[in-house]
């Protein structure tokens, strides 16, 4: 525990100096001769041959890019090709040690890599796994492609394979190893150890961390290779992902086999330029970026540069690394350096250096100076290192013809099936648990103070005799959150949850009270204040295979988080082939007393991304229902929770909270109070004004509202608002969110699609106004209050006789704002 950690000024006040060690630069001094005992022929001359392959098939793509033709093949490809031609010999040298159980994750520019450790891969397997790997890969469609009159050895069918698939990936084919979903920034294959690379600068750099605790945490073999640029050390997520990776927890306070550093090595592919900026000298100031590494922990993340232009420098340093690792003194940072000969993409001028430069890189080139070594040395003859070129031509020739071919490699029949990557967006899996095994608790739930008291509470706001339960004994809708989440905890192994003061606090609205009793540190903890690493570790815990909780403290930091929530969390499952399932939940809490920074309710940004699951539960019956829903599924859930509602209890569901499992499904709204003359469609804690202002409608006007709560915004049926509005022809509709853009918005114009003919007057919005939020005392003059909803109906909807409005509701008033853009 933290309490245990005292931290005594006596000893922090103490005058001293920091001092930092040495950081080798490109300290590995070896020659050919001095690695005879370490490589044999073969290894020497695969490592030249796996040069070679991605060297060749660089040159292809940009070819066709730059001329539209290679070797006489014409083809014509519109979309990306971040060629990686100079920087061979460190991929190849950072997959060389490589176990198929050690992942990598990459960037735009990972071509390289995905080839050197698919090669790796497939050096490794034996020929029935291989076999197995590709037989089983959607039904075996790329393995029948490159099987079709293959006369050799597996492991040759593996490395065809392994050519066309990137292959046809890149060429968006279906056969490409993410259906052509993924393309050439995306491309991965997984049974490879080769994990997402990503077109967004820096996007591995907290993902990879999140893959990282995956392994560690569910004590899985393999460490974590995080490949990204040089210019991506300007990047916040790779900031937070350092920040998270090198926390002193784990080595503090995580006990047992769990004590100890990530297995992940943050490993920078420094070609020493963005597209064009040269971040050595101009947009950088690290000088050598493994100075970065000297100031994020006591052991300089044991930062070292690596003279990537040579493959038995990358192999070497990657070898002691993993033996760091293993030692679980990671994580590690590599410089590696290298540099790109080709533009940044095939149309880059090279404006920004000069020719005398790229001339110094290429008279150094790797693939010919490695190769003259290895003939220098005796290992290779000049013929041979031909031959391996001369044959890499021709498998990639035939490789590319294959790929382009549209009976062959056909891309999916989007007209045939026009909806087919909608149905892949989610994977709707329903799974009590990600693996089998015995969750590691501390106590038995029976044990659980917080289980106990709850056996206490009354599980509806009114007693036996209908008086409202006093605040102290009632079950309130943190509890229903509570008891979703506990019962997951000790249901799946892998469930883990971090997030700001997630831990001895007890979350900051107390949902996790009693958790840090029950579970480990390494199924509950305390995350830096990064909420961009807190979604992106979130991220790369799910797509490995695990269950997680993330919670952003605040909606409005949901911003922090904007790539992460925006750019991954909702893209992997389609652009993986549904190769890959995200069970992950984010809970965000929606605030209000704390002023403009802190009571945003940004439920419609989420919403408006597709890939997203997203709830507004606003009771405790509905809270704990669709928290069982969103723990059991597969897909990633942004889980909304208002801050106004946290201690309510039951009102509606009259049995009260059962105390037992159950789930609401997603996407279905409830009716909270039937109705004949008015339909109020609410979400989120907006339900409570909704129903206040049924109660005045009723006792004042005589109109009988129907009060539906949405609780779902993504999927969202219809059906249930539809008949409510034919029975009553009129609908408002009333949330927390500022009006403009609201998810309400996108409501009310479906329900008029759906609904025109059965609707008296256009449905009506009463969200917050388009302001700033202002201090608690004024609230109630920014959300949504009941006069404003029945001053809505009256002036926009039906007259209600002897009305006096308190607020302009008018159509006038509407108009102005817009023009004014408040
Ligand atoms: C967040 C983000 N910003 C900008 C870009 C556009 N962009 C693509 S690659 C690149 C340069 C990346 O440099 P570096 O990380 O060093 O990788 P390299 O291209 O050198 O391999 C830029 C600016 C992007 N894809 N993502
Ligand atoms: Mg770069």
Known sequence: MPKSQNINPKVVRKPRFIEFGKIPVNQYNKSIEDEKGNFTKEDFLRIYHDMVVIREFETMLNLIKTTNEYNGVPYNHPGPAHLSIGQEASAVGMAYNLEVDDYIF???????????KGLSAIHRLDEDS?????????????????????????KSLAINFLLYGALAEIFARENGFNKGLGGSMHAFFTPFGIYPNNAIVGGSGDISVGAALFKKINRKPGIIVCNIGDASMG???VWEGITFATMDQYRTLWEGEYKGGLPLIFNFMNNLYGMGGQTMGETMGYDILARVGAGVNPEMMHSERIDGYNPLAVIDAFKRKKQILKEKKGPVLLDTLTYRISGHSPSDASSYRSKEEIELWQQEDSIVSFGQSLVLAGIAKKEQL???????KELLTKMLKLSIDDNISPRINMSANPDCIGNMMFSNGSFDRMED????VLLSMEENPRVKSLKTKERFYKDKEGKPVSKAKLYQFRDGLFEAIIDRFYKDPTLAAWGEENRDWGGAFAVYRGLTEALPYQRLFNSPISEGAIVGTAIGYGMC????IAEIMYCDFLGRSGDEVFNQLPKWQAMSGNIIKMPVVIRVSVGSKYGAQHSQDWSALTAHIPGLKVVFPAT???????MNTALQGTDPVIFFESQRIYDIGEMFYTNGVPEGYYEIPFGEPDIKKAGNDITI??????LYPAIKAGEILQEKYGLSAEIIDARSLVPFNYDLVIQSVRKTGKILLTSDASSRGSFLKEMAQTITELAFDSLDAPPVVVGSRNWITPAYEMEEYFFPQPDWIIDAIHERIVPLKGHKCKTDQSVNKLALLNKEGV
Not at 386 to 392: G, P, R
Not at 437 to 440: F, Y
């Open 106 to 116: 990459g960037s735009h520019r990972s071509h390289g890599e995905i080839l050197a």
């Open 130 to 154: 291989l076999y197995s790997i590709m037989k089983n890969y959607f039904g075996g469609s790329a393995l029948k492609v490159v099987e079709n009159g293959f006369q050799g050895s597996i």
């Open 235 to 237: 990047c916040g997520p």
């Open 386 to 392: 031909e031959n391996i070129t001369n044959e890499t």
């Open 437 to 440: 095994g015995k969750p590691e």
């Open 545 to 548: 295979g695990g269950r997680v």
């Open 620 to 626: 405790p019956y509905d809270a704990k229902g669709l």
């Open 681 to 686: 469609l609410s979400i989120g804690a907006s």
